[in-house]
């Protein structure tokens, strides 16, 4: 009788579930936070960055990443269960500002032009939990990004800056 509990307790112990391995071809792990738009703008160099107003009265800084060496997701369908988590976050002395930033979707192809970068995300909404644009006018801010994939690969990069209100505001 020992002998078949032991069996049993053998086959019945948990399994620790394999990763599948990171498919081929996906560049060494690279990552660079941007801005922009509709296409990518560099931070590199970048002293000051807008703090826009948004149609519902909310502010926001707008958050772009380019990857490689991670899995991407399904850059056209939202439900895909291997998109990545995308998450931004901006900081003020120590203290999380961020109202709304984390985004789970496929990255996009990059174009050429951004080797050794393979996918990117552009401007996504980084929503502040703030009152008003005068808040942040002139403070220096740190934008961070964190990509994680559905292997636990995580990629995290961050850019310090300058707020100004943007021109459009009010």
């Not at 808040?135 to 707020?163: C, K, P, R, Y």
Request: with cysteine; net charge negative; glycine share 10%.
């Amino acid at each position: 009788m020992p002998l078949l509990l032991i069996f049993w307790m053998a086959c019945a112990a948990p399994q620790e579930p394999e990763k599948p391995p990171t498919p081929e071809g996906l560049g060494d792990p690279l990552i660079e936070l941007g801005t922009g738009e509709w296409e990518w703008e560099s931070l590199e160099g970048v002293v000051e960055v807008p703090l826009i107003q948004g149609p519902q009265g909310g502010f926001h800084f707008l958050g772009s990443v380019r990857v490689s060496g991670i899995e991407p997701g399904a850059f056209a369908n939202l439900a895909d269960p291997e998109n990545p988590t995308t998450s931004f976050s901006v900081w003020v002395d120590g203290e999380d500002l961020t109202m709304t930033g984390t985004y789970v979707q496929g990255l996009d192809p990059a174009p050429k032009d951004a080797r050794p970068f393979r996918h990117e995300m552009i401007g996504r909404f980084v929503i502040m939990d703030i009152l008003a644009d005068e808040e942040l006018d002139g403070v220096e801010v740190e934008m961070s990004v964190e990509v994680t994939d559905i292997h636990g690969t995580q990629l995290e990069a961050s850019q310090a800056f300058t707020a100004y209100p943007h021109p459009f505001n009010h």
